[in-house]
Antibody, heavy 120, light 107 residues
Framework: EVQLVESGGGLVRPGGSLTLSCAASGFTFSSYSMNWVRQAPGKGLEWVSS????????YYADSVKGRFTISRDNAKNSLYLQMNGLRAEDTAVYYC?????????????WGQGTLVTVSS | EIVITQSPATLSVSPGERATLSCRAS??????LAWYQQKPGQAPRLLIY???ARDTGVPARFSGRGSGTEFTLTISGLQSEDFAVYYCQQYNNWPRTFGQGTKVEIK
């Protein structure tokens, strides 16, 4: 069974840092691009970042560029999101999601999400 | 950035009726368009990819159409478990972008 499990969320003060992790299982992790998507409380979905299977490319939303870093460790079947300079507007549930197929880049499956709250 | 606009924001439908949701892209995304369903407290679930292909296990009452800039999701014969928020997303260009969602509620 394909499974994605996020961890690392929590309460952090403005300007602080946090690293999210996503543990993957049930598929050949290195073959798939991976993504982070967030959802602020009561709001819609916002794409945050993507990374290719070999880490050859990484893309970021303008809202997080220069503050967030996506990475992966294929030996550990894990995806990461290093978040620095956190702002109140970064408060959201953060989901990791795999691309559906190697050549079909919709997002599926999704993890259950981890909540990041940025507040003093 | 490709802007995705969904309409309507809220759709009130009686069980058993048909719901038609619209999604418009500010420029062509070819067929690189997905639809997701999200229920309260849950992660989104992929319903449709490639504008019209149903994911495994998605009931046949869900159908997607369109290409370029205009897309629709039709739910025929709404069932109680279909009342949720639906998002469309383009994955043709960076940044990936989602619509703001359409809430399908019980009339």
């Amino acid at each position: 069974e394909v499974q994605l499990v996020e961890s690392g969320g929590g309460l952090v003060r403005p300007g602080g840092s946090l690293t999210l992790s996503c543990a993957a299982s049930g598929f050949t992790f290195s073959s798939y691009s991976m993504n982070w998507v967030r959802q602020a409380p009561g709001k819609g979905l916002e794409w945050v970042s993507s990374i290719s299977g070999s880490s050859g490319y990484m893309y970021y939303a303008d809202s997080v560029k220069g503050r967030f870093t996506i990475s992966r460790d294929n030996a550990k079947n894990s995806l990461y999101l290093q978040m620095n300079g956190l702002r109140a507007e970064d408060t959201a549930v953060y989901y990791c999601a795999r691309v559906f197929l190697v050549l079909e880049l919709a997002f599926d499956p999704w993890g259950q999400g981890t909540l990041v709250t940025v507040s003093s | 950035e490709i802007v995705i606009t969904q309409s309507p924001a809220t759709l009130s439908v009686s069980p058993g009726e048909r719901a038609t949701l619209s999604c418009r892209a500010s420029q062509s995304v070819s067929s690189d368009l997905a639809w997701y369903q999200q229920k309260p407290g849950q992660a989104p679930r992929l319903l449709i990819y490639g504008a019209s292909a149903r994911d495994t296990g998605v009931p046949a009452r869900f159908s997607g159409r369109g290409s370029g800039t205009e897309f629709t999701l039709t739910i025929s014969g709404l069932q109680s478990e279909d009342f949720a928020v639906y998002y469309c997303q383009q994955y043709n260009n960076w940044p990936r972008t989602f619509g703001q969602g359409t809430k399908v509620e019980i009339k």
